[in-house]
């Protein structure tokens, strides 16, 4: 676990100038695409926020990725879906953490092991550069999990959430 002093060096130096670069405008689109299309598999919602870095004063406060993904899952209200599976991949690019917050109907069904092994399997893309398949294979596995344990058996549904990911 990085020190407070490490996590303020990071979030003073690092993410900020990097967002723009490794999800560039055609990515995020790419990434609307397979938002919208996954969401036809199944009821939930996936939304998919990248944040740069955090604010000094709140990582002093000790403000972590944890705590800011569940804030961030509020704020966007991922909570508010109609059969409470909503889901947001977080992505706090200074600090290197990836954090999926799932709703209650969701998280009920799904283990923590298996947030975290597509947690694992995005962070391994974006060690090795791959930002593009990293983000996708995050957004095709969390849909994959709400395919399973939420199927829309081809009955179409509103989208109740904006595909578009988030530049925080």
């Known amino acids: 676990m990085p020190t407070r002093r490490?996590?303020?060096i990071a979030n003073l130096f690092e993410g900020w100038f990097q967002l723009h670069r490794r999800f560039p405008p055609e990515l995020?689109?790419?990434m609307t695409v397979a938002i919208a299309d996954g969401e036809h598999t199944h009821l939930g919602e996936v939304r998919f926020a990248i944040e740069s870095r955090l604010p000094l004063h709140a990582v002093w406060q000790g403000l972590d990725a944890y705590t800011r993904a569940r804030q961030v899952f509020g704020q966007l209200d991922v909570?508010?879906?109609e059969h409470n599976c909503g889901v947001l991949i977080y992505v706090l690019m200074s600090e290197h953490r990836i954090e999926i917050v799932a709703d209650r109907g969701i998280a009920r069904r799904v283990k923590p092991e298996e947030w975290t092994a597509i947690c694992d399997g995005m962070r391994e893309n974006f060690a090795a550069g791959q930002w593009r398949a990293g983000a996708l294979h995050g957004i095709t596995q969390v849909h994959?999990?709400?395919e399973k344990h939420?199927?829309?058996h081809g009955k179409s549904?509103?989208?109740e959430l904006p595909?578009?990911?988030v530049l925080l």
């Open 150 to 152: 939420f199927p829309s």
């Open 144 to 146: 994959a999990l709400l």
């Open 6 to 8: 490490q996590r303020l």
């Open 157 to 159: 549904r509103p989208d």
């Open 163 to 165: 595909d578009r990911p």
């Open 28 to 30: 995020l689109d790419d």
């Open 79 to 81: 909570w508010d879906t």
